[in-house]
């Protein structure tokens, strides 16, 4: 009996055999809740503030917004004055009826509803200070940058009960990008320090939720990788090749599920062949799903869609054929 969509990826995420390997993300619907239009910007190259007053530019063509943070518009130029100069959204204005009723639409013996959470702690963190600032802030004034993360982290429990009330998820994809395609933003004691305490309240409210907490950052987090399950997080998504991922698969000893593997970087390009392609997914497949809980895919939307395309249509027939040539014992 072929499997759903969603039989298919909680048998790789329970370590059961699927009928196919592939990326978990095939089997959600997303929602667009009134917090996440709130924030989002039209693709026109023009600076907009989102719901915290950060101001965010959407290029044309790009791949989404991106803060642009001066001296003069910084929400937070000071951080031990972050309570008189930051100005928390409320959520008592929004209207859940329009994205209630596409997630209560959703057939869920094939797919899972999932809730889009953008702009976790260290993302917020730096959205409202800039990125220097916010660098130097976590180095210099620990205290009031923890106290400003914590207001930040209340604000994100409530809006996951809400989206929990109003949409009933069975997946939350928080996503907080921690690093770069080098290293860590922050060294990892600091960021154990201020933001693992916080991120780890989170994972409780998502769970007590009954929500698969699925962490989004396409970098580099291989230091933090125990930390990560520690946390609670059930899945990390975004596991780019430049991790050491065979290491990280035999240190987390199967605690965390993984999604990404493919470097989409090195074959998102206009001379990119069919060929290389292939070879890049049938590397992906072939290197990291014997250890198992491991959904190959691009960490990151390309974003070439012939490319996206021919990724994707590779993986469905490999990830078959993969998983038939290796059962489960």
Known sequence: MEMTPRENMMAILEGRQPEYYGDFQWAVKLMMDPVWKSDSMPKDGLEHKDSWGTVCVNP???????????????????IEKWREQLVIPSLDDKDWSDAAAKAAAVDRSQYFVEYFCAQGLFERSHFLMGMEEAFCAYLEEP??????????????????????FHLKPDVIFFQDDWGS?????????????????????????????????????DCICEPIVEDMA??????????????????????????????????????????????EIMAEV????????????????????????????????????????WAREHPIR
């Open 282 to 321: 049938h590397r992906c497949v072939d290197t990291y799903c014997p250890a198992g809980r491991f959904f190959p895919g691009a960490p990151a939307h390309l974003l070439r869609d012939p490319n996206e395309h021919l990724v994707e249509a590779d993986l469905r027939v490999y990830g078959a054929q």
């Open 60 to 78: 044309v063509g790009g791949a989404g917004k991106h803060p642009v943070i001066t001296p003069e518009n910084a929400v937070v130029t000071d």
């Open 143 to 164: 205290e009031a940058m923890y106290e400003m993360l914590t207001a930040i982290a209340d604000y994100k429990k409530r809006l996951i009960k809400e989206a929990a």
């Open 181 to 217: 395609k080098q290293n860590l933003f922050l060294p990892p004691d600091v960021w154990r320090e201020m933001i693992k305490p916080l991120q780890t309240e989170i994972a409780q409210v998502i769970h007590e939720c009954g929500m698969i907490y699925v962490h989004h950052a």
């Open 230 to 275: 520690e946390i609670g997080i059930d899945i990390w998504q975004g596991v780019i090749p430049q991790n050491d991922i065979l290491s990280i698969q035999e240190r987390l000893g199967g605690r965390m599920a993984l999604i990404g593997g493919i470097d989409g970087p090195a074959i998102d390009d206009v001379d990119t062949t069919d060929a």
